[in-house]
């Protein structure tokens, strides 16, 4: 259905309009009557006795409103069901009950969660042009990796041109367009649907094998980013987080959040700037969740700031990657100047660039943080010296290939609050040794010495073809005919040619 827009002309929902109606449209209705009339000819000579035309609210991505809202404390919303209400009722009102109780639920509810959107998503400009889509999105095919047509182009990355000559396909990230895959040899970087193989299988398959043999180039910029300062920032980050904190300028932390009965609320990495001056960084699509979760618990003495958007953030993965940081950047980037999990500022083109060795691909590299007018002047540097060293970009799809290939888990598929660091094998990440009680170790305490009740384990198939089956996640895992789990994550590996899986196994 081509949805229209019920109140275009107005602010807001008149206060007097409950249960209104509008007037009839026949010519909005007319197609849709021609088709019943094709498959109900006697429709042709029924009539109609009444002719209701109303409103109905779809969200941007016609999944629920549920949770905490962000802005205040104790206020919980159960709405926007996409005419699914009534069907939904039960389940959605005995969660929002849980989650008002108990101000957590130790549910996978990330794709209902209201803080899974943003500022812009509430423009009266966004709203408008996305709701036209919504509707159809609700009785259309669900593609895999469908992406919406309307309401793009909200944030543009500062080399969005020059990613797109280089032949980005892009989708929509946090707002961000984000490049989803390169094309290669004269494809369109168009998606074609699919839920068999994908029209850009080549380009990944591409992409994924030179990152492993030579470099590649990911941009980051999307990455929830958020700065903590103040006497109190270090002891509160040791409450707030199960690992053990670093207070030291450049070392950096890979860490949960928990809430109170164990549950994985957050999978972030944290970095000491100075001295109780932290950086915390998670994923793109969590960026209002993972705010509002520290703000939560964070002492109001500690200054908090969201600086997502001063920074953009370039990826450069790879064997090459130290070849081509020292030719950009100068020579200190051995294991012994530059060692894994530290950071440091370095220069590049006398612009001063923070430079994090990690790597969410599972190769040696560094993610470098530049100030957002600066970091095309950046980009350009690390592709023109780059090519000596067969440097590709990289995009979204090669990176959750890579990770998977390196067992690196994602908040929201692998790893939410229905799971504890226990079952997703990150018990590496928890300190029982540091002198806090951080949020979630009296839970963790009780379930260190018993059995978990499911176990997360990486699965492939024998018979292995790309997109054949197409895994993608809640496939049921089964034993001798018996289910024993589902996945969480679903891909192909070019590089070991084999369909891959993470699931959890009960």
Not at 138 to 160: A, D, E, I, V
Not at 482 to 498: L, M, P, V
Request: charged content about 25%; overall charge neutral.
């Amino acid at each position: 259905p081509n949805a229209k827009n019920a109140f275009k002309n107005l602010d807001k929902i008149p206060n007097d309009f409950s249960f209104g109606e509008f007037p009839e449209d026949f010519e909005h209705f007319e197609p849709f009557l021609s088709a019943a009339i094709k498959r109900l000819p006697i429709l042709e000579k029924t009539g109609i006795r009444k002719f209701f035309s109303g409103p109905e609210s779809f969200t941007p991505d016609t999944n629920y409103l549920l949770g905490e809202v962000p802005e205040i404390r104790n206020f919980y919303v159960c709405c926007g069901f996409n005419s699914m209400g009534i069907a939904t009722a039960g389940g959605a009102g005995r969660v929002t009950a849980e989650w008002m109780m108990n101000g957590s639920i130790n549910e996978d509810l990330f794709n209902e969660d209201i803080r899974r959107f943003e500022k812009f998503h509430s423009s009266k400009k966004f709203i408008m042009e996305r709701v036209t889509e919504t509707l159809g999105d609700l009785y259309g095919m669900h593609w895999p990796y469908k992406q919406h047509k309307t309401s793009r182009n909200q944030k543009l990355l500062p080399y969005h041109e020059e990613l797109k000559r280089a032949g980005a396909c892009f989708g929509a990230v946090a707002g961000y367009e984000r490049p989803m895959w390169f094309a290669i040899n004269g494809t369109e970087a168009k998606y074609e649907y699919s839920y068999n193989y994908q029209n850009w299988y080549p380009s990944v398959e591409y992409e994924t094998i030179n990152v492993r043999k030579n470099v590649g180039l990911f941009d980051l910029t999307p990455f929830s980013k958020f700065e903590l300062k103040g006497p109190k920032a270090h002891i509160e980050l040791q409450r707030i987080c199960a690992a053990n904190i670093k207070n030291e300028k450049g070392r950096t932390t890979y860490t949960q959040m928990l809430n109170k009965d164990g549950g994985i609320e957050a999978d972030l990495t944290v970095v000491c700037l100075d001295q109780n001056y932290f950086r915390i960084i998670s994923s793109a699509a969590v960026r209002e969740h993972d705010k509002h979760h520290i703000l939560k618990h964070l002492d109001p003495d500690v200054e908090f700031k969201d600086v997502t958007e001063d920074y953009a953030c370039l990826g450069v993965f790879g064997p090459k990657s130290r070849s081509l940081m020292i030719d950009i950047a100068g020579k200190y980037f051995d294991n012994e100047d530059f060692p894994f999990g530290t950071s440091k500022n370095i220069k590049i083109v006398n612009i001063t660039v923070w430079a994090q060795r990690l790597s969410y691909v599972g190769e040696l590299g560094w993610e470098l943080y530049i100030p957002m007018k600066n970091a095309k002047i950046i980009y350009e540097k690390i592709i023109h010296e780059g090519q000596k060293y067969q440097i590709c970009h990289a995009g979204v799809h090669a990176m959750d290939i890579l990770r998977m290939e390196k067992g690196y888990l994602h908040w929201g598929h692998d790893i939410t609050p229905e799971e504890n660091p226990f079952e997703a094998g990150l018990k590496f990440t928890v300190s029982f040794k540091k002198n806090v009680d951080f949020i979630g170790k009296e839970a963790l305490t009780k379930k260190k010495n018993h059995q978990p009740q499911k176990k997360l384990a990486m699965l492939t198939l024998k018979d292995s073809k790309p997109g054949f089956p197409l895994l993608l996640h809640d496939e049921p895992i089964l034993n001798e005919g018996k289910i024993i789990g589902r996945t969480t994550s679903g891909n192909y590996s070019f590089n070991y040619k084999k369909n891959m899986a993470f699931g959890y196994i009960n």
